[in-house]
C-alpha cells in the first residue's frame, strides 16, 4: 500500500514566485496535516483537515500561505509570493480519525527560495 | 494547552550502550502517548505507543511505559546501534483535540562505533 505522497520532493524558486506543493494522503483517510521543519524553529504544525474542511489554520504563519483539500486524496499548500524565509522542510501527514491517532508522514518536500 | 518536553540533544553514545530519552508531558484529559523517529532526510515513523497508563510500547528493542503519575513516556533502548542515529519526538494525542499531536522539540541521537 503507498504512504502518504508528495511533490515536488524539492523544489528551488526565487523570492516573489508562487509555490505549490502537493500532497496525496494515505487512501482512507480522512484527516491530513501540513507541518514545516526549520532548524530554528523545530517541527510546526501549518495546518488541518478532517474529512477536507480545515478545522484549525493558527499555524499558518501569514496570509501569503494557503491550503486547501478539494478531496479525500488530494490537498495543496500554497505560498504566494515566496520569501527566503519560507525555506524549510514542509510534510504533509494523514490520519484515521476515530482511530489510534497515529499519522502518517510523506518524505517531505524541500524548499529553498533563493 | 497540551506540551510535550523532551531533553535537550544531541546525545553521543557508543555502539552497545544503554539509551535513554526523556520525555514528559502536560495535558488535559487522558492523552495517547507516541514516539516517532527521523533518519537523515526522511519523514517522521511511528516506532511506538502507548494508549493508556501503565501500557508499555515497544518496537525494534525500543520501549516507553506510559506513567501516569510522573506524566512521563522515556523512551529506552538495551543495546543501540550506529543505525539507530537519528533524531525522536515525543508526542502526544489528546482524545479531546482531534487527530491533532502535539510534538516535543525532538532530540537527536548519534551513536558511534
Known amino acids: 500500500d503507498a504512504g502518504v505522497i508528495q511533490s515536488p520532493r524539492h523544489e528551488v524558486t526565487e523570492m516573489g514566485q508562487e509555490v505549490t506543493l502537493r500532497c496525496k494522503p494515505i487512501?482512507?483517510?480522512?484527516?491530513l496535516f501540513w507541518y514545516r521543519q526549520t532548524m530554528m524553529r523545530g517541527l510546526e504544525l501549518l495546518i488541518y483537515f478532517n474529512n477536507n474542511v480545515p478545522i484549525d489554520d493558527s499555524g499558518m504563519p501569514e496570509d501569503r500561505f494557503s491550503a486547501k483539500m478539494p478531496n479525500a486524496s488530494f490537498s495543496t499548500l500554497k505560498i504566494q509570493p515566496s520569501e527566503p524565509r519560507d525555506s524549510a522542510v514542509y510534510f504533509c501527514a494523514s490520519s484515521l480519525e476515530g482511530g489510534s491517532y497515529e499519522q502518517y508522514f510523506g518524505p517531505g518536500t524541500r524548499l529553498t527560495v533563493t | 494547552g497540551d506540551s510535550v518536553t523532551q531533553m535537550e540533544g544531541p546525545v553521543t553514545l557508543s555502539e552497545e550502550a544503554f539509551l535513554t530519552i526523556n520525555c514528559t508531558y502536560t495535558?488535559?484529559?487522558?492523552?495517547?502517548l507516541f514516539w516517532y523517529v527521523q533518519y537523515p532526510g526522511e519523514g517522521l515513523q511511528l516506532l511506538l505507543k502507548a494508549t493508556k497508563a501503565d501500557d508499555k510500547g515497544s518496537n525494534k528493542g525500543f520501549e516507553a511505559t506510559y506513567r501516569k503519575e510522573t506524566t512521563s513516556f522515556h523512551l529506552e533502548k538495551g543495546s543501540v546501534q550506529v543505525s539507530d542515529s537519528a533524531v525522536y519526538f515525543c508526542?502526544?494525542?489528546?482524545?479531546?483535540?482531534?487527530?491533532?499531536?502535539?510534538f516535543g522539540t525532538g532530540t537527536q541521537l548519534k551513536v558511534e562505533l
Open positions: 508526542a502526544l494525542s489528546d482524545r479531546g483535540g482531534g487527530n491533532k499531536l502535539t
Open positions: 487512501s482512507g483517510h480522512n484527516s
Open positions: 495535558a488535559t484529559g487522558y492523552p495517547s
